[in-house]
């Protein structure tokens, strides 16, 4: 008997429209968004692989992907963006098109009116921690990156006994436009071309209504490794150890052109939680399905982590009552988690610690580095 040929499948009978996904993942798990020739761990590759599989895209590596907020190994998003070009099935959709602006006549039979369950087919192939929650069309011209009016971060702090008080001052005098090179990782490919570190921030601001507090920060961008350095003072002077006026202090640039040397806090409490784009810009659309889906796969999680918190939770009580040490007095355990462990037999203040090398001092290197290759 003869073996039946594969089929073939044909996406030039089908037209194409540029759509946004909004997503979220846990990014415990995985070596940060974007692709990476060191490693096939991250979200992007998941995604984009999920979307061949789906027959969305014809090429993992080039489907005209824009990201909206680049997020490192560790790090997790709640509403992250991306927009890409894709296959359709609803001729008549809102920006859809044909390759060349003609259909061809393999297709004139085809009935194309319903528009595929985008969402549904793309998270079939995704890992449980990665999911697509809607889609919107968007023009062509449309980048998730550029479109993006303003991106905001939350910061989950331990129950660790911190004075919130003067977390909050020092959270407001953030605000603003300014150069945030003292509050960053300099990257070198960035001071090279002398691009500014200048941003600004729009929110900063500690909600210690629960029992973990959260740093929610909003700027219309941020430097690499911002918000865990940001953080990483805050619990200096959160321990009082520092005072808020350290902020101000790292802020004149005049005065600390080179950043003190100081370690940044935990990727795994930060998350990517909202980025804002116009209503004209994008329309979510929310399938009832998927959104099923969504809702379960988050409960199931939730109900894993809250019972495996309570166990640890209980086995913690437990040991500091037979013990009789006070929870109070000892937090080392949550510091060492945030900031890593600490060698050092003495607190160094931060503005009397050495200092990285500077901006132009960076950018010096780099050129001599350059110039002796050539």
Known sequence: MDKKKPRTFDSSVYPKRK???????????????????CTDNTIEQYIRTALFKAKLIDDPLTCDLTRCGRTDKGVSAFQQVIALTIRSTDE???????????????????????????????????????????????????????????????????????????????????????????????????AERGLTHERTIYVAEIDDSEKCAVLIICAS????????????????IGKDRESADLMTELLDIEKHP???????????????YENTYSDEDVDWQWDEEPTTDLITNLQRELATYQTKSKIISDMLS???KMSGLNKESFTGGYTEFLLGKDCSREYKPILKRDVCKSISEVKQRMQSKRSKKE
């Open 92 to 190: 008549d959709g809102k920006y859809v098109f044909w390759k060349d602006g003609i259909k061809p006549e393999s297709s004139l039979k085809k009935s194309l009116k319903i528009e595929l369950p985008f969402c549904k087919m793309v998270n079939v192939f995704l890992p449980p921690e990665i999911r697509i929650m809607a889609w919107s069309p968007v023009k062509p011209d449309f980048s998730a990156r550029f479109n993006c009016k303003n991106r905001s971060y939350r910061y989950i702090f331990p129950d660790m006994n911190l004075n919130m008080e003067e977390m909050k001052r020092a959270c407001k005098l953030l605000l603003g436009k300014h150069d945030y090179r003292n509050f960053c990782h300099i990257d070198r490919s960035k």
């Open 221 to 236: 961008g941020f430097l690499w490794h911002q918000i865990r350095c940001v953080v990483a003072l805050l619990v200096e």
């Open 318 to 320: 437990g040991v500091q």
């Open 19 to 37: 759509v946004a996904f909004l997503f979220y993942y846990f990014g415990w798990k995985y070596d940060g968004l974007i692709l990476q020739d």
């Open 258 to 272: 080179s950043r003190p040397h100081y370690n940044m806090a935990s990727e795994i409490p930060l998350c990517l």
